[in-house]
T-cell receptor, first 111, second 111 residues
Framework: EADIYQTPRYLVIGTGKKITLECSQT?????MYWYQQDPGMELHLIHY???????EKGDLSSESTVSRIRTEHFPLTLESARPSHTSQYLC??????????FGPGTRLTVT | GQQLNQSPQSMFIQEGEDVSMNCTSS?????WLWYKQDPGEGPVLLIA?????ELTSNGRLTAQFGITRKDSFLNISASIPSDVGIYFC???????????FGQGTRLTINP
């Protein structure tokens, strides 16, 4: 089982601010993912990475960007937050197979 | 894109009852996963299935990979209050690298 961490857990921020959501895993997994989830709803893949310097957009269009400079770190950035970005953001990682292990999530509220 | 139909959307049961939920797809999947999500937390992997017909248990939970490879089932026996939460199925479609998630089944238990 992966140890995967997300910070902050909760963030309330004003419109127009730049934010970075942090995600780190300690298992050396090559694959990492970001999902967006409205409360109680299904998960939508917004970004994924299969290794260092590799990032791809997911199935749901997002104004956020990601980077993968180190294996263990996969931060997500919003250059200018808007109320429509209010959601829960979940980070996950996996090894060679398809079992993804999730972090606790960041609940973002943009006012 | 690929879609999973998860049912039921919600269940209200008495403590001690057994629970069944399922996911179906119109296309073939190579992997089925079942997750549980508590409020404000990330999904936790319960069971992973990799072969058609496979039946796997994890304590009171049992999941099956359908013979047609287009569906999967999760059963919970003798439910207890801590089973409350949202259960998600996820699958890896044949020929795809990414997971597809179901819409979730919200389980509520009356003591």
């Amino acid at each position: 089982e992966a140890d995967i961490y997300q910070t902050p857990r909760y963030l309330v921020i004003g419109t127009g601010k730049k934010i970075t959501l942090e995600c780190s895993q300690t298992m050396g997994h090559d694959k990492m993912y970001w999902y967006q989830q409205d409360p109680g709803m299904e998960l939508h893949l917004i970004h994924y990475s299969y290794g260092v310097n590799s990032t791809e957009k997911g199935d749901l269009s997002s104004e956020s960007t990601v980077s993968r400079i180190r294996t263990e770190h996969f931060p997500l950035t919003l250059e200018s937050a808007r109320p429509s970005h209010t959601s829960q953001y979940l980070c996950a990682s996996s090894e060679a197979g398809y079992e993804q292990y999730f972090g606790p999530g960041t609940r973002l509220t943009v006012t | 894109g690929q879609q999973l139909n998860q049912s039921p959307q919600s269940m209200f049961i008495q403590e001690g009852e057994d629970v069944s939920m399922n996911c179906t797809s119109s296309s073939i999947f190579n992997t089925w996963l079942w997750y549980k999500q508590d409020p404000g937390e990330g999904p936790v992997l319960l069971i992973a299935l990799y072969k058609a017909g496979e039946l796997t248990s994890n304590g009171r939970l049992t999941a099956q990979f359908g013979i047609t490879r287009k569906d999967s089932f999760l059963n919970i026996s003798a439910s207890i209050p801590s089973d409350v939460g949202i259960y998600f199925c996820a699958g890896q479609p044949q020929g795809a690298q990414k997971l597809v998630f179901g819409q979730g089944t919200r389980l509520t238990i009356n003591p």
